[in-house]
């Protein structure tokens, strides 16, 4: 780097004049390659990585299976009972965890969805200026609150509430629903914010030229141009909720029913296997089917970032 | 240059400093020295640690790290030796894939756990048959067996749990808990604790040394859980704590110094009892991997 600096103090004679010039530039050269091969190798460590972990949680996933230790009939049914000493046993049934899984994700976007859109709005349309100073910092710091603490703020306030007024045990479905839209509620609005703002100005002149009032601006315009913007960050904000652990864990009480019963405690796919994977001894199969519940979690975190692809991709398009 | 020479000399200077440091050290004469590293059980850890603590104050050339992770991952470290300790709330013949003559038993403190229940169901015990009832869902409301009219809330564990398994065993007759409507699982002692204090009509089960005034321990059969009851086996639910050291001779002289440690007197009625668990030198009756009592 010195040597690159000191250069154009260098004397230069004119005979090797060309030779100059053509030297600093090998020094560079070697630099620039320097640069080249460091973020190569940045870069293959992570596909690496990425491949290396894709690889070991399917074929750990799949283990069972072709060991035939647990038969698919066997893994998707509703019947759990991994150290059942029941004839037919032991039982495997997944169903319900998978079920309870998409059930806290689809129903806490359905709640923040709306809210983070709206607040979205809000912030960049009507009143930008507060937007900036006050929520736009509420939200971040939103995002940095670590998914423990959402857990326990769940467990001594909205669990006990739940019980108050419903007369229920308080670990339930709804629980985890309230505290997983909390969550993912800054992801939303961040996203949104970003889409909203991104919209020219050229085309909201436009709409106020022809007559159109705000609210008919916001609603015709602005959030059918940023749609798939939108929705990117509702199925980021949904991506975070499915693979939530430790929050849900506190709060649903994690009993293997159906999740059907907003007030019922339930199971989801995370709250399983962080419950039994210290407990299990790595090759039995009540440790192997843990890690199909892994498979399944990474194919559902894959299939919303193809749909995430998908989305922003028609969003270039049109 | 001349930088570069001085970073290289100061490096070459630094590992062969660092080098002598080493086997200067390894050298004291009598003294212990090396690494140790525990890992499972969670319930054990916070004893495991203070233990640790303890053995690393009276040897300071020994360094010993204390990892959670559970019994599974405690027992297949110890068989794998990816760890010099695994620690276990069960014999390693209760575990499948364990293979139990890989590995060397050193039953380091006993743990007493029984029922506790919520403060406000008016129940101070229980015979071991409705204890029974109750965790099969034979029995769902308190009045039935003179309690308040309230619904009985189950806070079980995850079925892979230690804790679980020696309830099922001691308290349950080997009957399978009832699972699914309305029962809470939970993992760590704290939050079973926090629940049943909190939760009307709630019923669970913890280690003696997580009792206090927030919740009620049940008498069972008339039998209070106290460590003297432990002691003649009268209160039947109750686990050794172990650990396990591989049967491969690496380190065995750490290892063995750690656990006799453990053992002394001094550490099982001081360290061990005043963390609330039961010092295994106290215990009158001996339990094998089957379930037999023997007298000792």
């Not at chain 1, 004839?87 to 689809?106: D, E, K, Q, Y």
């Not at chain 2, 086996?233 to 050291?245: C, D, G």
């Amino acid at each position: 780097m010195e040597q690159v600096t000191n250069l154009p103090n260098k004397k230069l004679e004119e005979t090797s004049l060309a030779e100059e010039l053509r030297s600093p530039a090998k020094k560079l050269i070697r630099i620039e390659q320097r640069g080249r091969i460091y973020t190569l190798l940045s870069a293959w460590i992570l596909i690496i990585t990425l491949f290396s972990l894709l690889f070991f949680i399917t074929s750990k996933g799949i283990m069972p299976f072709i060991h035939g230790e647990i038969t698919l009939q066997n893994f998707f049914s509703t019947h759990w009972g991994p150290t059942s000493a029941e004839p037919g046993g032991p039982f495997f049934g997944s169903i319900n965890f998978i079920l309870g899984s998409l059930m806290v994700t689809l129903l806490s976007a359905l709640i923040s969805a709306p809210l983070g859109i709206g607040a979205a709005i809000f912030m960049t349309e009507i009143s930008p200026k507060f937007g900036r100073k006050i929520l736009q910092p509420a939200i971040e710091i939103l995002v940095g609150i670590p998914s423990v603490v959402y857990g326990f703020i769940g467990l001594t306030l909205i669990v006990p509430f739940i019980r108050n007024t419903t007369g229920s045990i308080g670990f339930s479905l709804l629980a985890g629903v309230i505290v997983l839209s909390v969550m993912i509620l800054p992801t939303i609005v961040s996203m949104s914010v970003d889409t909203i703002q991104s919209i020219p100005q050229s085309l909201r002149e436009g709409s106020y030229a022809l007559g159109a009032t705000r609210w008919q601006t916001i609603s015709r315009l602005l959030v059918r141009t940023s749609l798939p913007g939108l929705m990117t960050g509702v199925i980021l904000g949904m991506a975070r909720a499915f693979g939530e652990a430790l929050a849900v864990q506190m709060v649903i009480g994690n009993s293997p029913n159906l999740p059907f019963q907003l007030m019922k405690p339930i199971s989801t796919l995370t709250s399983v296997i962080t419950l039994n994977m210290g407990n299990t001894v790595q090759g039995t199969p009540y440790n192997s089917v843990l890690w199909s519940m892994a498979l399944i979690l990474l194919l559902m975190t894959l299939f919303f970032i193809l749909l995430i692809r998908l989305m922003t991709q028609r969003g270039k398009q049109g | 240059m001349l930088k570069k020479v001085i970073g290289i000399g100061s490096i070459l200077a630094l590992t062969i400093g660092s080098l002598i440091g080493c086997s200067g050290q390894g050298s004291t004469q009598g003294q212990l020295t090396g690494n140790l590293t525990s890992v499972g059980s969670t319930a054990m850890q916070p004893v495991v640690e203070e233990l640790a603590k303890d053995f690393m104050s009276k040897n300071t050339g020994v360094q010993v790290t204390v990892q959670g992770g559970g019994s599974g991952q405690g027992l297949s470290a110890a068989m794998n030796d990816t760890a010099d300790i695994g620690n276990s709330d069960v014999f390693a013949e209760e575990k499948d894939k364990i293979d139990p003559k890989k590995v060397t038993d050193h039953k380091v403190f006993v743990v007493g756990m029984g029922p506790v229940v919520n403060k406000e169901v008016g129940i101070d015990q229980l015979t071991q048959d409705q204890l029974i009832k109750i965790f099969t869902g034979k029995i769902t409301n308190w009045k039935d067996i003179g309690g308040k009219d309230q619904k009985i809330v189950l806070v079980n564990r995850p079925e892979s749990s230690g804790t679980r398994a020696t309830f099922a065993k001691w308290a349950l007759n080997g009957a399978k808990e009832f699972r699914g409507q309305g029962g809470i699982e939970e993992d760590s002692s704290g939050t079973v604790k926090k629940i049943v204090s909190e939760t009307p009509g709630a019923i669970g089960y913890l280690a003696f040394s997580y009792f206090d005034d927030k919740v009620k321990p049940l008498k069972l059969d008339g039998v209070e859980p106290t460590n003297e009851n432990v002691y003649t086996n009268k209160w039947k639910i109750w686990a050794y704590e172990h650990m396990y050291t591989n049967n491969n001779g690496k380190k065995k002289e750490i290892e063995e110094a750690f656990i006799k440690h453990i053992l002394t007197p001094e550490v099982q009625t001081g360290v061990v009892s005043k963390l609330g668990y039961i010092p295994v030198t106290e215990m009158k009756v001996d339990r094998d991997a089957a379930g037999n009592i023997k007298n000792k």
